[in-house]
């Protein structure tokens, strides 16, 4: 009985630091995520609107955002429907609504999606554990793929020609401390995982996590160079070197130094192995030429109980940060970037594209993007004034089908808003309740695999 009253309290302490807040707290928060100034000026510079009067691109965009991306069976007739209730303006007949799907629309929407994410940045929606303290951020790279009409198959060229459908590959680079995505791009699916993996001044300070498909030591070499750290799986065929060990053990242990890995790992029995290796590369061609290098990296070995062998990692990380054990359980939080996928396909449509016009299907994509970016600011937003302890029970995952459910609600008061009218604060603080009761996580003893990590 008093495990239940424990929760119950645990609970209305999140509602009650929910309803402390002004509905207008939570409103702010979506205007500026997409301010009214700098949507029109985007809808401006990327031609999509030449005459405001014709059509609003705030009302049109706000309504991809909350209602288009949640809509799991969407339709234009149904988008048309939606924005010509948002709207004052006059109503837009369905072959007109149709003629506004563009390229241009297309890049207006690839605009306000970037935007939006640089504003997920600004307002961080998580803190990094005393673990990572050390470190700017956490970022995860992987991508996902969106089946298109066989139509479409000469822009978005399927990974093998005998495929059925199309596909485009959603490359996305999601941020821990914003809380979604750092950067997202679309592209075919044809184009190779490691391609999608650009590293520069961006990555310094921070952690690179991403699984074998993205497996480039000339990347690892430019992520350590611009002052950033990587972290993957080690790739199978390769054979490292190992330089020193870095941890000490007791007994008749193995001379590791100036062997192979692949020498050492049919002898290997201690359950955790942790050294400094090189590995030989080739650097990018120039003129022509290819120059061979090494890179110096830390290799971990841990043995999974489960698995029955060893799970290897690769990374730049000093053991005097992590420990190996550490490393390990870093490199299962890139799981967190298959949620996003998860959020995004299940919630918002994103594996929901039925057409056969490459304008409309760029625009449905983009659209499930705005959705997951508006979703995750009024997540971080909520999320913000809740205890350490209370803001863990509401996970990404339960958000996203909450948000999902009452995002034409907050459209309705959002556009009121806008438009300078009158907004009652009990409607609002009843959604933000709704959305709270919806995301909470009635499981208190559920193993989290992040809670160490950051939230």
């Known amino acids: 009985m008093s495990h239940l009253s424990r929760k119950t309290r645990t609970k209305s302490r999140g509602l009650s630091s929910a309803e402390g ?51 799991l069976s969407r339709t234009l007739e149904a988008l048309r429907d939606a ?18 799907f563009t390229p241009q629309l297309v890049e207006f929407l690839r605009q306000c999606v970037a935007h939006g994410l640089g504003q997920l940045r600004a307002a961080p929606g998580n803190r990094l554990s005393p673990k990572l303290a050390a470190f700017e951020d ?21 990974v093998r020609a005998s495929y059925p459908t199309a596909g485009a590959k959603i490359a996305t680079l999601v ?56 972290l993957t799986r080690l790739q199978t065929p390769v054979n490292p070197t190992i330089i020193r060990s870095l941890r000490v053990h007791r007994g008749r242990a193995i001379d590791l130094e100036g062997r192979s890995w692949k020498e050492v790992r049919p002898k290997l ?39 029955r062998k060893y799970h290897t990692y690769l990374t730049n990380i000093g053991p ?33 594209v039925n057409t056969s016009n490459r304008s409309v299907a760029e625009a449905m994509i983009w659209a499930s993007l705005l959705t997951l970016v508006v979703s995750r600011r009024l997540h971080s937003e909520i999320r913000s004034r809740l205890a ?7 996970p ?28 009652d604060p009990e409607p609002m603080l009843e959604l933000a309740r709704a959305l709270m009761a919806r995301a909470w996580d009635p499981n208190a003893g559920r193993e989290r695999f992040r809670a160490d990590w950051w939230g």
């Open 388 to 394: 350490e302890d209370v803001r863990v029970r509401y």
């Open 269 to 307: 029995q201690r359950e955790v192995m942790d050294v400094e290796v090189e590995i030989a590369f080739s650097r990018r061609a120039y003129g022509g030429r290819r120059r061979g290098d090494t890179l110096a990296a830390r290799l971990v070995a841990v043995w999974n109980e489960e698995t």
């Open 83 to 100: 924005y010509n209730k948002r709207t004052p303006d006059p109503i837009l007949s369905a072959g007109g609504f149709y003629e506004r």
């Open 138 to 158: 956490v970022l995860i790279q992987d991508s996902t793929i969106v089946r298109l009409s066989a139509s479409l198959a000469t822009h978005y060229p399927p």
């Open 320 to 352: 005097e940060v992590l420990s190996a054990e550490e490393v390990a359980q870093l490199y299962g939080c890139r799981w967190e970037i298959e949620l996003v996928f998860k959020e995004l396909k299940s919630q918002y449509a994103l594996n929901r």
């Open 175 to 230: 941020s821990v401390r914003a809380n979604g995505p750092k950067r997202v791009e679309r592209m075919p699916e044809s184009v190779s995982e490691r391609d999608t993996l650009k590293p520069g001044p961006w990555v310094k300070g921070s952690i690179l996590l991403f699984d074998l498909g993205f497996y480039k030591p000339q990347a690892f070499a430019r992520i350590a160079e611009n002052g950033g750290f990587h």
């Open 21 to 71: 807040a002004q509905p207008n707290d939570y409103l702010d928060a979506f205007v500026a995520l997409f301010p009214p100034q700098a949507i029109q000026r985007i809808a401006r510079e990327s031609g999509f609107v030449q005459r405001h009067r014709k059509l609003d691109p705030v009302a049109f965009l706000y309504t991809l955002a909350f209602e288009t991306g949640p809509q």
């Open 396 to 423: 990404s995952g339960r958000w996203g089908i909450a948000f999902r459910e009452q995002s034409g609600k907050i459209l309705e008061l959002l556009m009121k808003k806008l438009r300078r009218r009158h907004v």
